[in-house]
């Protein structure tokens, strides 16, 4: 599996993709190939996708550091944690100054595998918008 | 300090900054060069391990046939001894001692190539067990690195672009407006749609000459007579 492979098939999908959503792939070079895939009517949270030795990453940035409400900071981390298990295939990260959610597949994945993983996690990173607003400037 | 310990350490300490490694490149290749050699290693084990096993079944074939030898031919002594015959007795009970040392020799052997099968046997385990840990760590250290070089390209595309990551909360306005309107466009056509088949049915309607029916000069005749007789 490599992210062109990832990116033909989802360009491939149009309209008729089993989770109703409509994925459009623009690969970014760069010492690692990584893959942004927007979803149409979500512009605004893409998806970046990398695929490692043994497992395909799938990443989706969320807020940064400076977009938290600093007293409410270890509240929202301690929340995070006790959100990883419950939320449905996403776990929460950081990458820098950047909170994010991400989820790691199998490197064997099929592409309905994949196509599901990025579907919910964009459902999970808008949800997590949401419910999570209160910590957010 | 673990492989985990070391990552860990080298996030918080701001090697996370674009460009710098979390661990060298070149200690990377020197731990994937051991994994290789640690691979190899195992590989020859197993081969060594299947000779002495090969060993060990034929010196334990040997070890049966002595005995079953030594065996038969104590039965031969007891019947010459039988006979009397304690020459031809004394002859059997030298062939019998040659068998029991030879049989010494060949349980000897026996004992060393199992010992030698079960101390193989341990180290293809350990050393299948340390690999399988050397190529976890190693997936940890790649994985770090590949989200590190993917997080620097992803900046790069977002700064050649000039756009930038929005605020989260922008974001989330953005995308809700966004489905608000669909719902909104989805509620139209529905509605259009409603009223197109109640036009119809009006229609239908009328064609059966039920419901209202265009004012005719007959009932507006009707209606001024009705007022005259009040």
């Known amino acids: 599996m490599n992210i062109h492979k990832i990116a033909d098939h989802l360009n491939a999908l149009g309209d008729n993709s089993a989770t109703g959503m409509t994925f459009d792939c623009q690969p970014i070079s760069g010492e690692v190939d990584v893959l942004q ?81 990025l579907a919910v996690l964009s459902n999970n990173a808008i949800e997590v918008i949401d419910d999570m607003s209160e910590f957010l400037i | 300090m673990s492989i985990f310990k070391k990552i860990m350490t080298a996030i918080r300490g701001g090697a996370s900054e674009i460009g710098e490694n979390i661990v060298d490149a070149n200690a990377t290749r020197i731990f994937e060069q051991e994994i290789r050699d ?71 052997a026996l004992d060393s190539f ?7 046997k341990e180290l293809v385990k350990k050393s299948e067990r340390q690999v399988a840990e050397y190529k976890r760590q190693l997936s940890m250290v790649k994985t770090t690195e590949s989200v590190q070089k993917a997080t620097s390209a992803i900046t790069d595309n977002f700064s050649s672009s000039n756009s930038k990551l929005l605020n989260a909360k922008d974001s989330l306005e953005r995308i809700k407006a966004k489905q608000q309107k669909f719902d909104d466009q989805m509620k139209a056509a529905e509605l259009l749609e409603s009223e197109d088949s109640d036009n119809s049915l009006k229609a239908q309607l009328k064609a059966a000459g039920i419901g209202d029916s265009d004012s005719s000069a007959n009932s507006v005749l009707e209606r001024l007579k009705a007022k005259k007789k009040s």
């Open chain 1, 37 to 117: 895939i927007t979803i149409a009517e979500r512009e605004e949270l893409p998806i970046f996708v990398s695929v490692t030795d043994d497992q395909i990453l799938c990443i989706t940035y969320l807020w940064g550091e400076d977009e938290v409400k600093p007293e409410t900071r270890s509240s929202m981390q301690e929340s995070m944690l006790e959100m990883n298990i419950p939320m449905p295939l996403s776990s929460f990260s950081k990458i820098g100054d950047k909170y994010v959610i991400f989820g790691a597949l199998s490197i064997s994945s099929s592409f309905d595998d994949i196509e599901h993983e």
């Open chain 2, 38 to 108: 640690a691979e190899h290693h195992l590989t020859k084990a197993k081969r060594d391990l299947t000779g002495v096993m090969a060993q060990q079944m034929s010196a334990n074939r040997e070890v049966d046939r002595l005995k079953r030898e030594i065996a038969e031919h104590e039965g031969y002594a007891m019947q010459a001894m039988d006979k009397g015959d304690e020459t031809l007795a004394l002859a059997v009970a030298e062939k019998i001692s040659n068998l029991e040392s030879e049989l010494s020799t060949q349980q000897q």
């Open chain 2, 114 to 120: 199992s010992g030698n099968a079960d101390r193989l």
